[in-house]
C-alpha cells in the first residue's frame, strides 16, 4: 500500500473514530473530581438559574474539591434528555426531575435507589418532609430520588382588583369563584387565568380536581381509570370555567409559556391558580404586597366520596444515575444540596418550600405565600398517583383537556359526553 | 489552470495508468483499483453508520414491547412479532384510528403544501427571468424564508399568530376590518391553515431556487424562435418552459414531498410537543407516541409504516415519470 493509501486510510479510520468518541457522552473525568449535573429551570430564566447555582456549587467545590458542572435545562426538553441519558447509560451524574415523573423514571431502572442505607448517607431518612419523600417513587419500592424543593398550588388574587370590586376575601369554593371571576370580568379583564394548553398543567388540575369529586385517575392494580363518572365531572368543572362561567379569557386556551403569570402580573388576570409563583411574579414587576394567596376553592356541595384535597404535593426532586463514575461524590453532593443552609438558601430564592423539616421554621419561610404553601402541603396535599404511567398519564389526560379548551374557546358545546369521549380515547391509549 | 497537470484518463491524454506502465509489471493493476473502494469506504461507513444501520436497529425495536420497563437494556424488551403493527394500523383502537387521522391531515397537507409552493416558486421564478433593475434584491429577498434558521423563523410566526397579541388578528380584525372577532389560529381548526401558511413560506423560496436554475438552461434561442411563430407569454411558457423544466420539476416535486410529508420542525415549533388534531402531523405524532406516552415499540413500528408508505411512492413516481419520459 503506497503512502498515500495509507494516509487515506489513516484519515478514514480517525475520523470514524473520532465520530464515535463524540457520540460517547459526558464522563465523570479527573479523577472523580467532577461531576456533571442537570439543573431544572426553576427561576425566570436559565442564565438566572445558573447565576443562582454557580455560587453554591462553588461553595460545594471548596468544601470538598468536587467540581460540578451545571446545565440548566428547560422543562420542555427535560424528560427527554432524562429519558435518552437513562437509555443509553451517558449522561449527568445528578438531575433534578419533576417529582411526579419519580415512577415513572424509576421504572427505567435507570437512577439509584435511596434504600435505608442510601439515605443514610444524605443525612438520613427522618430529615425529609414525609408527603415530599412520598412522592419520589412508586410506594412498594425505596424511593428514587429525594426531595429538593416543595411546592403546592395555590390561588394567588389581585387585592387592589378585589377592593376595586367590593370582594373582601377570597373565594373558597368554585360556586364563589365564578361569582367573584365575574365581577372582576369586563373591560379586558378576566376573573381567572389558566394555562389551558399545557398538558402537565392541565393533567395536575384533573388530578387535584379529580380528588375534589371523589375520583382517582388509576385503580389500586395501577390500570387507569379516566373516564369515571367522577373524573369526567371533575374535568367539566374545571373546564366549565371558561365555558360555562366565562371568566377565563379563550384566548388562555392557546396559552402553554406562562403566559398565564403574565396576564395576573400585568393585571389581566385578577386570579391565578399556580405554584409558587411569587418569585416569577417579581421579576415581571409584582410585588408582594399587590397580591394575596389562599388554598385552591373546592365544591360548595362536594359529591360523594369527594376528599379535601387543594393541590398535588408538587415539587422537584433530586436522582442520581447508576451510571454515575463518582456514586460517593454524587451522593455527597445530593447531601450538600439538602443540607438546612442550601435548603434556606435556594428555596429562599426560588420562593419554594424546603424539602427538610429541620429548617421549616426559618423566618425565609414565614411569608403569607409560603405560610399557605406549606399549611396546603402539610393538610391538603395529595401526591400524584406514583405509578410507571404516571408522564404517561399527564401527556394523555393534559392534551385531551387541552382540546376541550379549544372547544370551549371556538365556542364548540362541552358536554359531559364530550368530556367522557376524550377521556374514555386518552385511556384508551395507555398500552 | 495552465499549469495544472492533465488528468489521467481525459480525452487530452493517454491513460497513463495502463499505457505508461512498463511490461512486466502487471501486478500494480488490481492495487490502483482498491482506490476507488478506499475513497467510497468513508462514504459507506458513514451511510452505514447513520443510515442503515439505526434503520435496521428501528425495524427491530417495532417488534419489541419497548417501554419505560426495557428502554435501558431495549435488546432485551419482550419479543411481540408483529402485535405493534396490529395495534398502530387497526383503526378500530384508538391508536390506529388516530394514526388515520393523523396521515390524512399529512396527505391533504402535503399536496397543499408542496402544490402551493411550487406554483409560487414557478412563477416568481418565471416573472423574474428577465433582467430588470431591482431583480437581484428582489431574488435575495425571497430566498431569505429559506436561509433562516426554522426554530427562529417558526418561533416568530407563533408570536404572529397568538389571537390576542399577534400581528395576524392585528391587521385582519383592526386595520382591514375584515372580522369582527379575533379567530384562533393556533387551536382548532385554523390551526391546519395557520400550520399550511408556515410551510409554504418556508418551502416555495427551494422551489424558486430550483426552477430559477432550470431556466437558465433553456437556451434563448428556443424562445426567440417561439416568438418568431408568434407565441405570445402564455404560449411560450406551456410549450418551451414548462417541457424544458421538467427534468428539474421532476426531482424538486419528489424532494419537497418527501421533506413535506416527513416535516417535524415546522408542527413542533409552532404547536409545541402536542400539536391540535386538525395539525397532527404523522412525524409529531410518531414522536409523542415514542417520547412522551413511551411507547417506542409502537413509534418504531408507525415509522416503519410510514418508512414502507414513502418507498412506495418514491418507487412509484419514479418508474411512472421513467416510463413517460422513455415513451416520450
Not at chain 1, 21 to 48: H, M, R, V
Not at chain 1, 337 to 363: F, I, R
Not at chain 2, 309 to 318: K, Q
Request: hydrophobic share 45%; net charge negative; glycine share 8%.
Amino acid at each position: 500500500m503506497s503512502r498515500r493509501h495509507l494516509a487515506i486510510l489513516t484519515a478514514t479510520v480517525l475520523a470514524a473514530a473520532s465520530l464515535i468518541a463524540c457520540g460517547a457522552g459526558d464522563e465523570s473525568g479527573e479523577g472523580g473530581k467532577t461531576l456533571t449535573y442537570w439543573a431544572s429551570n426553576q427561576g425566570a430564566s436559565l442564565e438566572a438559574d445558573k447565576e443562582i447555582l454557580q455560587p453554591e456549587l462553588d461553595k460545594f467545590e471548596q468544601q470538598t474539591g468536587i467540581k460540578v458542572n451545571v446545565e440548566v435545562v428547560p422543562w420542555s426538553d427535560l424528560l427527554n434528555r432524562l429519558l435518552a441519558a437513562a437509555t443509553t447509560g451517558q449522561g449527568p451524574d445528578v438531575v433534578n426531575i419533576g417529582n411526579t415523573w419519580s415512577a415513572s423514571l424509576q421504572a427505567t431502572g435507570a437512577l439509584v435507589e435511596f434504600d435505608d442505607a442510601t439515605l443514610d448517607k444524605v443525612g438520613g431518612k427522618d430529615r425529609f418532609v414525609p408527603a415530599a419523600l412520598a412522592a419520589a417513587g412508586a410506594a412498594d419500592k425505596p424511593p428514587a430520588a429525594v426531595p429538593l424543593y416543595s411546592l403546592a398550588y395555590a390561588l394567588y388574587y389581585n387585592k387592589r382588583a378585589f377592593a376595586d370590586a367590593g370582594i373582601t376575601a377570597p373565594p373558597t369554593t368554585w360556586e364563589e369563584m365564578a361569582e367573584v371571576g365575574r365581577k372582576l370580568t369586563g373591560d379586558g379583564k378576566w376573573g381567572l387565568a389558566v394555562e389551558g394548553a399545557n398538558p402537565s398543567e392541565n393533567a395536575h388540575h384533573a388530578f387535584t380536581f379529580g380528588q375534589q369529586y371523589g375520583g382517582d385517575w388509576f385503580d389500586s392494580a395501577g390500570q387507569p381509570t379516566f373516564d369515571t363518572p367522577q373524573n369526567v365531572a371533575a374535568v367539566k368543572r374545571f373546564i366549565d370555567l371558561m365555558a360555562v362561567d366565562k371568566i377565563v379569557n379563550p384566548s388562555n386556551a392557546e396559552y402553554a409559556q406562562n403566559q398565564s403569570v403574565s396576564d395576573f402580573a400585568n393585571g389581566k388576570a385578577a386570579m391565578l391558580l399556580w405554584q409558587a409563583a411569587g418569585a416569577n411574579l417579581k421579576s415581571q414587576g409584582m410585588a408582594p404586597d399587590g397580591y394575596g394567596v389562599a388554598p385552591v376553592p373546592f365544591p360548595a356541595n362536594p359529591p360523594a366520596g369527594g376528599k379535601q384535597v387543594n393541590s398535588m404535593v408538587a415539587g422537584i426532586n433530586m436522582a442520581v444515575f447508576k451510571h454515575t463514575g463518582n456514586l460517593d461524590g454524587a451522593l455527597e453532593f445530593v447531601r450538600f444540596m439538602t443540607s438546612d443552609a442550601e435548603q434556606v438558601t435556594l428555596n429562599k430564592t426560588y420562593g419554594s418550600l424546603p424539602a427538610v423539616g429541620t429548617v421549616a421554621a426559618d423566618p425565609a419561610f414565614a411569608a403569607e405565600e409560603q405560610k399557605v404553601l406549606a399549611q396546603t402541603l402539610a393538610t391538603s396535599a395529595a401526591p400524584l398517583p406514583q405509578v410507571p404511567e404516571e408522564s404517561t398519564f399527564e401527556t394523555l389526560v393534559g392534551t385531551a383537556i387541552k382540546e376541550l379548551f379549544a372547544d370551549a374557546a371556538s365556542g364548540r358545546p362541552v358536554t359531559e359526553d364530550s368530556v367522557r369521549e376524550k377521556l374514555t380515547r386518552a385511556q384508551q391509549q395507555m398500552r | 489552470m495552465a499549469t495544472t497537470t492533465p488528468l489521467a484518463g481525459t480525452a487530452s491524454g493517454p491513460p497513463p495508468a495502463t499505457a505508461g506502465r512498463p511490461a512486466g509489471r502487471p501486478a500494480r493493476q488490481p492495487r490502483r483499483s482498491l482506490l476507488p473502494y478506499l475513497l467510497l469506504a468513508p462514504a459507506i461507513v458513514l451511510e452505514l453508520a447513520i443510515h442503515v444501520i439505526p434503520m435496521l436497529v428501528g425495524a427491530w425495536m417495532s417488534l419489541l414491547e419497548l417501554t419505560q420497563f426495557h428502554i435501558r437494556d431495549w435488546s432485551g424488551a419482550p419479543f411481540v412479532g408483529l402485535d405493534n403493527y396490529r395495534v398502530v394500523l387497526d383503526v378500530n383502537t384508538a391508536a390506529g384510528a388516530d394514526l388515520l387521522r393523523s396521515f390524512r391531515v399529512t396527505v391533504v397537507y402535503t399536496v397543499l403544501s408542496v402544490g402551493l409552493s411550487w406554483v409560487l416558486g414557478t412563477t416568481a421564478a418565471v416573472l423574474l427571468q428577465r433582467p430588470f433593475r431591482g431583480r437581484a434584491v428582489l431574488r435575495a429577498l425571497f430566498l431569505t424564508p429559506y436561509a433562516l434558521p426554522v426554530y427562529t423563523a417558526v418561533i416568530t410566526w407563533t408570536f404572529l399568530f397568538q389571537r390576542d397579541t399577534g400581528l395576524v388578528n392585528h391587521v385582519l380584525v383592526d386595520q382591514l376590518n375584515l372580522l369582527d372577532e379575533p379567530p384562533f389560529w393556533l387551536i382548532g381548526d385554523n390551526s391546519f391553515v395557520a400550520l399550511l401558511v408556515v410551510s409554504i413560506w418556508r418551502t416555495w423560496p427551494f422551489a424558486f431556487l430550483c426552477v430559477m436554475a432550470g431556466l437558465q438552461n433553456i437556451p434563448d434561442e428556443f424562445y426567440e424562435a417561439a416568438a418568431m411563430d408568434g407565441a405570445g407569454f402564455w404560449r411560450r411558457l406551456r410549450s418551451v418552459t414548462l417541457p424544458m423544466l421538467r427534468p428539474v420539476n421532476l426531482v424538486l416535486l419528489l424532494v419537497l414531498f418527501l421533506w413535506t410529508f416527513n416535516d417535524f420542525n415546522t408542527p413542533y415549533v409552532l404547536f409545541g410537543g402536542s400539536a391540535p388534531a386538525e395539525a397532527d402531523l404523522i412525524s409529531l405524532h410518531i414522536y409523542r407516541s415514542s417520547f412522551q406516552t413511551w411507547d417506542f415499540g409502537s413509534g418504531s413500528a408507525m415509522s416503519v409504516a410510514l418508512l414502507l408508505f414513502l418507498l412506495v411512492v418514491t418507487a412509484g413516481y419514479l418508474l411512472l415519470t421513467n416510463r413517460r419520459r422513455n415513451d416520450a
